[in-house]
């Protein structure tokens, strides 16, 4: 296999070039299994599959991560896509992959699949969609606008806004009015993402108590299919908030 870039010899088909630097991965799943797990690798114009055997002792899990994480750093894949057979498995495998891996990783939280394929063939479509949405190169802090510059929430309600906007597919946050309902809801401060209408912007709401603020989240989508892609990427996002 030749690098696509400097056609130096590659070792493995999404293999990162040391020669030009050519990236040939644009992201790569994790998928657990309770004795088994997946590693998949989607490239520019191909994927790659590794299969490994989880054994019960504690040491040998350790090992097996600790390789999936040289795997991972070899192609230089920065986002890593983790689901499995159930939600114990997915935030087991999360938690392990975060303590051994090698460089800096975005780790984004799917729903539990029934099936490796199944998986595999959502997280390509995934990407392939991701790879074709456009970008911004704008300050998070330039990207919210509108005439409530108010932000309920203090400085947890500030973080969750920022973490929204730190997003290449943000284009703009403009928050919404500040209404006060009935009753207090427990929890703290809290971000949910709702729903993205038909040209691919984002609802949110922001809730503090018993106070509500409606955000909206303007992206880069072009149609409502991509703004269901970057919904789920900023869902994500605020996994890790």
């Known amino acids: 296999m030749k690098c696509p870039n ?18 040939n991965t644009i992201g790569c799943g994790l ?31 350790r090992n ?81 606008h509108g005439a409530h510059s108010t932000i309920i929430g203090g400085r947890e309600g500030l973080k969750f806004i920022h973490k929204i906007a730190s997003s290449e597919y943000v284009k703009k946050i403009v928050p919404g009015v500040i209404e006060a309902k009935g009753s207090a809801v427990g929890g703290g401060v809290r971000f949910k993402l709702t729903r993205c209408d038909d040209r691919g912007n984002i609802r949110g709401l922001l809730i503090d108590g018993a106070t509500v603020q409606e955000i909206h989240i303007v992206t880069t989508a072009r149609n409502k299919e991509e703004g269901e892609v970057i919904l789920k990427i900023l869902r994500g996002l605020l996994e890790e908030a």
Do not use: W
């Open 6 to 23: 400097c056609f130096a010899e590659l070792p493995s088909p999404t293999a990162y070039c040391l020669y030009c630097g050519n990236k």
């Open 64 to 144: 097996t991560f600790e390789i999936i994480a040289e795997r991972i750093h070899e192609r230089r894949a920065d986002e890593v896509y983790i689901s499995g057979i159930n939600n114990d498995l997915i935030e087991r495998v999360s938690e392990m992959l975060k303590k051994v891996a090698l460089s800096p990783i975005s780790v984004y939280i799917t729903n539990p699949f029934q099936s490796a394929d199944e998986f595999f063939k959502h997280l390509v479509d995934h990407l392939r969609t991701v790879k074709e949405l456009k970008k911004v190169d704008i300050k998070p802090e330039d990207k919210i």
């Open 31 to 61: 998928f657990a299994e309770e004795s088994r797990i997946y590693l998949f690798f989607i490239g520019k114009h191909t994927e790659e599959t590794l299969s490994f055997k989880l054994y019960e002792e504690e040491e040998s899990i």
